[in-house]
């Protein structure tokens, strides 16, 4: 249980950082009058929210989202709508102007993917309501030769207004972040570059020297290092753990919680999370390029998941397209597998030029009957992606006060929120009793 003399330190500004922060003062302002109300502070490199673009959580944080866009305006202020989902398998065919794109008429043996060029096409007569594409298929054996029409979207669909929904991403952070504010979070824009434990001293190992100058590792003692005026002085911190920033005051604090995505394993250079190994969080940062566009006519709402066949980029393309409620198109791939990150910038991620382009050809491609301008063109985020495939959500065992909250690939939107409310749990109220998190622990394999 937190106390009022408490202060939360938070690193990271994305999705899950902004939902742990404003789930935690929410939850403490239910608790604690203003003036008694333990610190909550969020630290972030750059601006909350720059790098946005496990079943039992994925079907929480889809709950979680609908009550949070009912109680905050979800609709309006960050574009929460139901949607149809699709999922569309696409032969590659050579780019050739619009008007020459013909839809192809082929179908897989299990009947369940579209093959069709022209997975998206305009509302007819302007129409919110989403309506099925159609395809001409062959004749069937002894069948007389005649255009026939078939729905293809009938088979593909994965996900439907009952149980898909989308946001903006961006602006459900800084939503959230608003609120959080409101409540008495405080912001602050700095870099961390350690995690200092003032309580704590490394042991000092003393061992006899033999008069060959070789060690005696059988006989060796530890010795506990005496109070210098050093140590001394920093005996006097109240707060078990001091984060160090490269900009500002340091911030003394009881409890840190480390969910800067892709840069988690920055953590492993910090004093106090010493206990914590490469192995117990593997996690990279996986490019992905993407572009926002906007249609000549408006779409329907929906989303289209679609693999392209027949490409030199490692055997296939997959994109995802999506249609969102300011009439504009998020188009993302190019998926690329980054051994080493860039700088801690998450404002100014490394993009390809090759993959820009080869993504904007899909669309063109994929979406023959659209005229896009593309409005943001040459964008880059990186996925935090475990490689295991289930994010870490979890306090660092044997260390107290300090938690990790990272690794959910490209499904940290839906789970953003879940995870948020999870370790506010954790901090406030010292368990989780929302979500049972044994799935999510640091040491589950190590």
């Given at each position: 249980?937190?106390?009022?003399?408490?202060?939360?330190?938070?690193?990271?500004?994305?999705?899950?950082?902004?939902?742990?922060?404003?789930?935690?003062?929410?939850?403490?302002?239910?608790?604690?009058?203003?003036?008694?109300?333990?610190?909550?502070?969020?630290?972030?490199?750059?601006?909350?929210?720059?790098?946005?673009?496990?079943?039992?959580?994925?079907?929480?944080?889809?709950?979680?989202?609908?009550?949070?866009?009912?109680?905050?305006?979800?609709?309006?202020?960050?574009?929460?709508?139901?949607?149809?989902?699709?999922?569309?398998?696409?032969?590659?065919?050579?780019?050739?102007?619009?008007?020459?794109?013909?839809?192809?008429?082929?179908?897989?043996?299990?009947?369940?993917?579209?093959?069709?060029?022209?997975?998206?096409?305009?509302?007819?007569?302007?129409?919110?309501?989403?309506?099925?594409?159609?395809?001409?298929?062959?004749?069937?054996?002894?069948?007389?030769?005649?255009?026939?029409?078939?729905?293809?979207?009938?088979?593909?669909?994965?996900?439907?207004?009952?149980?898909?929904?989308?946001?903006?991403?961006?602006?459900?952070?800084?939503?959230?972040?608003?609120?959080?504010?409101?409540?008495?979070?405080?912001?602050?824009?700095?870099?961390?570059?350690?995690?200092?434990?003032?309580?704590?001293?490394?042991?000092?190992?003393?061992?006899?020297?033999?008069?060959?100058?070789?060690?005696?590792?059988?006989?060796?003692?530890?010795?506990?290092?005496?109070?210098?005026?050093?140590?001394?002085?920093?005996?006097?911190?109240?707060?078990?753990?001091?984060?160090?920033?490269?900009?500002?005051?340091?911030?003394?604090?009881?409890?840190?919680?480390?969910?800067?995505?892709?840069?988690?394993?920055?953590?492993?250079?910090?004093?106090?999370?010493?206990?914590?190994?490469?192995?117990?969080?593997?996690?990279?940062?996986?490019r992905a390029h993407y572009l926002i566009a906007k249609p000549s006519e408006p779409l329907p709402a929906q989303a289209v998941f679609a693999e392209i066949n027949g490409t030199v980029y490692n055997g296939e393309d997959a994109i995802e397209i999506y249609s969102r409620m300011d009439g504009s198109v998020f188009v993302c791939g190019e998926a690329l597998d980054d051994p080493e990150m860039p700088p801690h910038n998450p404002f100014e991620p490394v993009w390809s030029k090759r993959a820009t382009?080869?993504?904007?050809?899909?669309?063109?491609?994929?979406?023959?009957?659209?005229?896009?301008?593309?409005?943001?063109?040459?964008?880059?985020?990186?996925?935090?992606?475990?490689?295991?495939?289930?994010?870490?959500?979890?306090?660092?065992?044997?260390?107290?006060?300090?938690?990790?909250?990272?690794?959910?690939?490209?499904?940290?939107?839906?789970?953003?929120?879940?995870?948020?409310?999870?370790?506010?749990?954790?901090?406030?109220?010292?368990?989780?009793?929302?979500?049972?998190?044994?799935?999510?622990?640091?040491?589950?394999?190590?």
């Amino acid at each position: 249980m937190s106390n009022s003399n408490e202060t939360i330190v938070i690193v990271g500004g994305g999705i899950v950082g902004v939902s742990t922060a404003f789930f935690t003062v929410k939850s403490l302002a239910e608790k604690y009058p203003a003036e008694q109300r333990p610190s909550v502070v969020l630290l972030e490199q750059c601006e909350p929210g720059c790098s946005a673009s496990g079943k039992q959580l994925a079907e929480f944080g889809y709950d979680l989202h609908a009550k949070l866009a009912r109680e905050y305006n979800g609709p309006e202020r960050w574009g929460y709508r139901p949607l149809d989902t699709y999922c569309a398998e696409i032969d590659r065919i050579p780019v050739t102007p619009a008007k020459q794109h013909k839809t192809t008429n082929k179908r897989t043996e299990a009947e369940n993917m579209v093959t069709s060029i022209e997975v998206i096409a305009a509302k007819p007569q302007q129409s919110l309501v989403a309506t099925p594409m159609h395809y001409s298929g062959p004749p069937s054996p002894g069948e007389e030769h005649q255009d026939r029409t078939h729905s293809s979207f009938d088979n593909a669909c994965v996900g439907n207004m009952a149980n898909t929904a989308q946001v903006d991403p961006l602006k459900l952070t800084r939503t959230l972040l608003s609120e959080a504010k409101a409540l008495g979070l405080q912001i602050v824009k700095a870099k961390v570059i350690d995690v200092e434990e003032p309580g704590y001293r490394p042991p000092i190992l003393e061992f006899p020297i033999s008069s060959q100058s070789r060690l005696a590792t059988d006989e060796f003692s530890i010795v506990e290092p005496a109070n210098t005026p050093d140590s001394t002085r920093r005996a006097s911190v109240v707060k078990p753990y001091l984060v160090k920033v490269d900009q500002g005051e340091d911030i003394p604090a009881d409890k840190i919680v480390v969910a800067c995505g892709a840069w988690v394993t920055s953590c492993l250079r910090w004093q106090a999370f010493r206990e914590v190994s490469a192995s117990q969080i593997p996690i990279q940062g996986l490019r992905a390029h993407y572009l926002i566009a906007k249609p000549s006519e408006p779409l329907p709402a929906q989303a289209v998941f679609a693999e392209i066949n027949g490409t030199v980029y490692n055997g296939e393309d997959a994109i995802e397209i999506y249609s969102r409620m300011d009439g504009s198109v998020f188009v993302c791939g190019e998926a690329l597998d980054d051994p080493e990150m860039p700088p801690h910038n998450p404002f100014e991620p490394v993009w390809s030029k090759r993959a820009t382009n080869r993504l904007k050809q899909i669309v063109n491609d994929v979406s023959p009957s659209l005229s896009f301008d593309v409005i943001n063109y040459g964008l880059a985020c990186h996925l935090p992606v475990h490689a295991k495939g289930i994010p870490v959500i979890s306090p660092v065992p044997d260390a107290k006060g300090l938690f990790i909250a990272a690794g959910h690939g490209c499904w940290g939107i839906l789970n953003g929120p879940a995870t948020g409310l999870a370790m506010s749990e954790l901090l406030v109220d010292g368990k989780c009793t929302t979500l049972d998190l044994t799935n999510f622990r640091l040491n589950r394999w190590y």
